[in-house]
């Protein structure tokens, strides 16, 4: 590299130094010592080896970078500064109220794909964007920032696993190896050979380098861009808070502003104002997408026993003829939540990603970050291992569509470790989330097309054993919808249940009439958002309602119907499941557990 473009990386790197102190300054808060260490590895990338076009953040054919290290965030909005996306005023905003440029980053920024900040996301969620390019058939190329740090999570594993078994060679990881986390040294400091050897035992091709030789840099990013057939990880010896003697590698000044800013930006050689210009992408072919064509769910007759997870499944191959943008992925049980439908019409678009649910959600959100609507399936009990993806997809905004099977006690002899019994309480805390829970095959169905078209982070539940198809085929379940089933200006109180519930309190509701007890009965299939007007009539008209729930007592439909009615003032019984389940049939779990048919009836008779 000419000796005058190793003086200009390296100024354009301590510019970048000296604008992370400034911002974390001005803020009284940051990480600016996180940012310092990985400046001249975001220099050279930007200047020579980056292709973004930042007039048009939306051009298909743009680079992706993800700092997976978020909380180096002032390092992210220097080198917007740089390429002219904001200017040194709103730099200045950084972490205040209103500011675009927050804490760490997210997609309120034009050029930020997803929220990152919880560690070991990032690389993950790059491992799906990069799928999405084989999909695409485009060149793009998906550079993810690491911190040494988060090396640590499994989940960072996960994915270089996936990564390398499928030779995405489009995908380049740049470890930022600082020697120092939070409160002290990581657990291989320096040893850039020791995280080599993991990366190599999964396929991926691994550079050693000093990170800040702009040199090193370079050669080591254009090895990574011409690699074929595997990922590349460069794994850079860098020094915090490098170019400021107050913190350069110095322990306890993580996340904290210098004491001194103006003199460590003395120390960096002053302000500046340079710019650097980021190559724009050659002009690709438009992203490939699959044909469509006209939607046709599968009908299901009344009085028909079916599984609502084997109706979602024919739902979704349905879906897949009748919209090319829709993918799904499982992890490894689609013959269980019956994906495997969908798999065996669209083998392209089908994604296995085995028994890894942390990189299936992240897998699932780096595909919507390009256009595609994906759905991903596994036990609703295994969601709980990825419910921090999920919870970051929330804030990332993403529109992902989550499928848990094998819901609550009624799933049988499995035992407990099976039994999603969390999960709606899980799904409803998520910003923005909708929560969705089908009684039978057609309801199924139906609510399985409508959450195509869902914004943000959407849940179906499914069950396992088969249900009595109570729905004629081709109606519609809207969303924020509930469906009385049972209601007359005589009943005495409501029973609000969902999905293998709503079977037991319409037997319940029968047994109760026949006593001279009319009771009305509410499908609530949609938990979050719920039907408020459904549910308020009830509540004034009857005063009492009866819950009754496959899932925990805490967070579920209960606390959804509460959170609705509770300034109306009607008497809330709820129903739900409260003991530690073992083995035994579905019956008798749903008995065992006070919620079948008869302790419907029973609660109903004490309430009254």
Same mark, same amino acid.
């Not at 690699?227 to 322990?251: F, Q, S, W, Y």
């Given at each position: 590299?000419?000796?005058?473009?190793?003086?200009?990386?390296?100024?354009?790197?301590?510019?970048?130094?000296?604008?992370?102190? #400034?911002?974390?300054?001005?803020?009284?808060?940051?990480?600016?010592?996180?940012?310092?260490?990985?400046?001249?590895?975001?220099?050279?990338?930007?200047?020579?080896?980056?292709?973004? /076009?930042?007039?048009?953040? %939306?051009?298909?054919?743009?680079?992706?970078?993800?700092?997976?290290?978020?909380?180096?965030? @002032?390092?992210?909005?220097?080198?917007?500064?740089?390429?002219?996306?904001?200017?040194?005023?709103?730099?200045?905003?950084?972490?205040?109220?209103?500011?675009?440029?927050?804490?760490?980053?997210?997609?309120?920024?034009?050029?930020?794909?997803?929220?990152?900040? =919880?560690? !070991?996301?990032?690389?993950?969620?790059?491992?799906?964007?990069?799928?999405?390019?084989?999909?695409? #058939?485009?060149?793009?190329?998906?550079?993810?920032?690491?911190?040494?740090?988060?090396?640590?999570?499994?989940?960072?594993?996960?994915?270089?696993?996936?990564?390398?078994?499928?030779?995405?060679?489009?995908?380049?990881?740049?470890?930022?190896?600082? +020697?120092? !986390?939070?409160?002290?040294?990581?657990?291989?400091?320096?040893?850039?050979?020791?995280?080599?050897? +993991?990366?190599?035992?999964?396929?991926?091709?691994?550079?050693?380098?000093?990170?800040?030789?702009? %040199?090193?840099?370079?050669?080591?990013?254009?090895?990574?861009?011409?690699?074929?057939? #595997?990922?590349?990880?460069?794994?850079?010896?860098?020094?915090? %808070?490098? !170019?400021?003697?107050?913190?350069?590698?110095?322990?306890?000044?993580?996340?904290?502003?210098?004491?001194?800013?103006?003199?460590?930006?003395?120390?960096?050689?002053?302000?500046?104002?340079?710019?650097?210009?980021?190559?724009?992408?050659?002009?690709?072919?438009?992203?490939? +997408?699959?044909?469509?064509?006209?939607?046709?769910?599968?009908?299901?007759?009344?009085?028909?026993?079916?599984?609502?997870?084997?109706?979602?499944?024919?739902?979704?191959?349905?879906?897949?003829?009748?919209?090319?943008?829709?993918?799904?992925? /499982?992890?490894?049980?689609?013959?269980?939540?019956?994906?495997?439908?969908?798999?065996?019409?669209?083998?392209?678009?089908?994604?296995?990603?085995?028994?890894?649910?942390?990189?299936?959600? $992240?897998?699932?959100?780096?595909?919507?970050?390009?256009?595609?609507?994906?759905? *991903? $399936?596994?036990?609703?009990?295994?969601?709980?291992?990825?419910? &921090?993806?999920?919870?970051?997809?929330?804030?990332?905004?993403?529109?992902?569509?989550?499928?848990? =099977?094998?819901?609550?006690?009624?799933? !049988?002899?499995?035992?407990?470790?099976?039994?999603?019994?969390?999960?709606?309480?899980?799904?409803?805390?998520?910003?923005?989330?909708?929560?969705?829970? @089908?009684?039978?095959?057609?309801?199924?169905?139906?609510?399985?097309?409508?959450?195509?078209?869902? &914004?943000?982070?959407?849940?179906?539940?499914?069950?396992?054993?088969?249900?009595?198809?109570?729905?004629?085929?081709?109606?519609?379940?809207?969303?924020?919808?509930?469906?009385?089933?049972?209601?007359?200006?005589?009943?005495?109180?409501?029973?609000?249940?969902?999905?293998?519930?709503?079977?037991?309190?319409?037997?319940?509701?029968?047994?109760?009439?026949?006593?001279?007890?009319?009771?009305?009965?509410?499908?609530?299939?949609?938990?979050?958002?719920?039907?408020?007007?459904?549910? *308020?009539?009830?509540?004034?008209?009857?005063?009492?309602?009866?819950?009754?729930?496959?899932?925990?007592?805490?967070?579920?439909?209960?606390?959804?119907?509460?959170? *609705?009615?509770?300034?109306?003032?009607? +008497?809330?019984?709820?129903?739900?499941?409260?003991?530690?389940?073992?083995?035994?049939?579905?019956?008798?779990?749903?008995?065992?557990?006070?919620?079948?048919?008869?302790?419907?009836?029973?609660?109903?008779?004490?309430?009254?």
């Amino acid at each position: 590299m000419p000796e005058r473009d190793l003086q200009y990386l390296t100024e354009l790197a301590a510019q970048l130094r000296v604008d992370s102190v #400034r911002a974390a300054a001005e803020a009284g808060s940051g990480h600016p010592t996180s940012s310092m260490s990985a400046a001249d590895l975001m220099a050279v990338l930007f200047a020579c080896h980056l292709r973004y /076009d930042f007039e048009h953040p %939306g051009n298909p054919a743009n680079d992706h970078l993800i700092f997976s290290k978020g909380h180096a965030s @002032p390092l992210l909005y220097a080198l917007l500064k740089a390429a002219g996306a904001i200017d040194d005023k709103e730099l200045l905003t950084f972490r205040k109220r209103g500011s675009r440029l927050e804490g760490h980053p997210t997609p309120r920024l034009p050029w930020v794909d997803v929220a990152t900040g =919880s560690l !070991g996301q990032g690389l993950p969620v790059g491992v799906g964007v990069a799928m999405a390019g084989r999909l695409e #058939r485009l060149p793009y190329r998906v550079w993810v920032l690491c911190g040494d740090s988060e090396l640590a999570e499994g989940s960072i594993w996960e994915a270089a696993e996936h990564a390398g078994s499928e030779g995405l060679a489009n995908l380049t990881a740049i470890v930022d190896v600082n +020697r120092l !986390g939070q409160r002290g040294p990581t657990r291989h400091g320096w040893d850039t050979g020791a995280y080599a050897r +993991r990366f190599g035992a999964f396929g991926w091709h691994t550079i050693e380098i000093d990170g800040h030789d702009p %040199g090193q840099i370079d050669y080591a990013l254009g090895d990574a861009r011409n690699t074929r057939r #595997r990922p590349t990880v460069i794994l850079a010896k860098t020094r915090k %808070g490098e !170019g400021a003697l107050e913190v350069e590698n110095r322990e306890g000044a993580h996340g904290k502003p210098l004491k001194e800013p103006d003199k460590a930006v003395e120390e960096l050689g002053g302000y500046r104002e340079a710019r650097v210009e980021v190559h724009e992408p050659d002009e690709a072919p438009a992203p490939y +997408r699959f044909e469509g064509g006209p939607m046709s769910l599968p009908a299901y007759e009344v009085g028909d026993k079916v599984a609502t997870r084997a109706a979602f499944g024919e739902a979704l191959a349905a879906l897949g003829a009748a919209r090319g943008d829709v993918v799904a992925l /499982d992890g490894e049980v689609a013959d269980s939540t019956k994906a495997e439908a969908f798999a065996k019409e669209f083998p392209e678009r089908f994604f296995e990603m085995y028994i890894a649910e942390q990189q299936l959600v $992240a897998a699932a959100v780096g595909l919507q970050v390009r256009g595609w609507v994906p759905y *991903a $399936a596994t036990f609703a009990a295994f969601l709980t291992r990825a419910y &921090d993806f999920i919870r970051m997809a929330g804030v990332s905004r993403a529109s992902i569509r989550l499928v848990g =099977s094998h819901a609550g006690v009624s799933i !049988g002899e499995d035992g407990p470790s099976q039994m999603g019994l969390e999960d709606l309480a899980m799904l409803r805390a998520v910003y923005g989330s909708t929560v969705l829970y @089908p009684c039978d095959a057609n309801q199924a169905a139906a609510l399985t097309a409508e959450m195509a078209d869902i &914004d943000g982070v959407s849940y179906l539940r499914t069950t396992r054993g088969s249900t009595p198809v109570i729905y004629p085929p081709g109606e519609r379940f809207p969303v924020g919808g509930s469906r009385v089933l049972r209601q007359s200006h005589e009943d005495r109180a409501t029973i609000v249940a969902a999905g293998v519930t709503v079977h037991e309190a319409l037997a319940a509701a029968d047994e109760l009439r026949d006593a001279g007890v009319p009771v009305g009965v509410i499908d609530l299939y949609s938990v979050k958002p719920v039907d408020i007007a459904a549910l *308020a009539e009830a509540a004034t008209t009857t005063g009492n309602l009866i819950t009754v729930e496959d899932h925990r007592m805490e967070g579920g439909l209960g606390d959804a119907v509460m959170d *609705a009615v509770s300034e109306l003032g009607p +008497r809330v019984v709820k129903l739900a499941v409260t003991g530690l389940p073992a083995s035994a049939t579905p019956e008798e779990q749903l008995a065992l557990a006070r919620i079948d048919r008869h302790a419907i009836a029973d609660a109903v008779k004490r309430l009254l």
